[in-house]
């Protein structure tokens, strides 16, 4: 079953907005939730992470919200620009090695 | 440097073929994996290997075979290629016990089965 849920599947902003990606998990197990973005052609690179212990982490225009006890987090993505564009995925993972990905956002700023 | 590197990039081949994937990744880590992304770009995972050793070995048909000869490298190799593998193939690493712990993705290998 899908350990980590991830919405929406594609997303349309204006140039200058705030995307939103919303995620959801399960296993309270979890410890690390980092966020991928992937351009097209490319691999996934780490954007930003956080861990359990905090409720927000912010990174220039990049912000995860993390809701422990509703089992969520989200990625923000202020001011969005043109190349944004990409594919987002969340992730979770727990001690050990293996990492749980949602299913991707595609994410398209307009200018 | 490329941290994490694969070849081929594109490989194109027929039904039925046996194919094989390297990957190599200069960073250190001691954790390696193979990903297929589909056409709708869901990331799945197939193996992960930590020091050589298999670690997770996901529901995946047994036409796939992975073989890691050092640290450093995480080979795939196919065999009986069918029409469904036709894929985006990522290799990743990752070191444990480090404050990210994250994976780092190489740049993937773009399978076409005809």
């Known amino acids: 079953q899908q350990q980590v849920k991830q919405s929406p599947q594609s997303l349309i902003v204006q140039k200058g907005g705030i995307s939103i990606i919303n995620c959801a998990y399960e296993n309270t197990a979890f410890d690390y939730f980092p966020w991928y973005q992937q351009f097209p052609g490319k691999g996934p690179a780490l954007l930003i992470a956080i861990r359990p212990d905090v409720s927000e982490k912010k990174e220039g225009r990049f912000t995860i919200s993390f809701n422990k006890s509703a089992k969520q987090f989200s990625l923000h993505i202020m001011d969005s620009q043109p190349g944004d564009s990409a594919t987002y995925f969340c992730a979770a993972k727990f001690t050990g090695n293996q990492f749980y990905f949602g299913t991707g956002t595609s994410l398209t700023v307009i200018p | 440097d490329t941290a994490v590197s694969q070849t081929p990039k594109y490989l194109v081949t027929q039904m039925g073929n046996d194919k094989s994937i390297k990957c190599e990744q200069n960073?250190?880590?001691?954790?390696m994996y193979w990903y297929k992304q589909d056409s709708k770009k869901f990331l799945k995972i197939m193996f992960s290997y930590n020091n050589k050793e298999l670690i997770i070995n996901e529901t995946v048909p047994n036409r796939f075979s992975p073989k890691s000869p050092d640290k450093a490298h995480l080979n795939l190799h196919i065999n009986s290629l069918e029409l469904g593998d036709s894929a985006v193939y990522f290799c990743?690493?990752?070191?444990?016990?480090?404050?990210?712990?994250?994976?780092?993705f190489g740049p993937g290998t773009r399978l076409l089965v005809l």
């Open positions: 990743a690493s990752s070191q444990l016990g480090t404050p990210q712990e994250t994976q780092y």
């Open positions: 960073l250190g880590h001691d954790t």
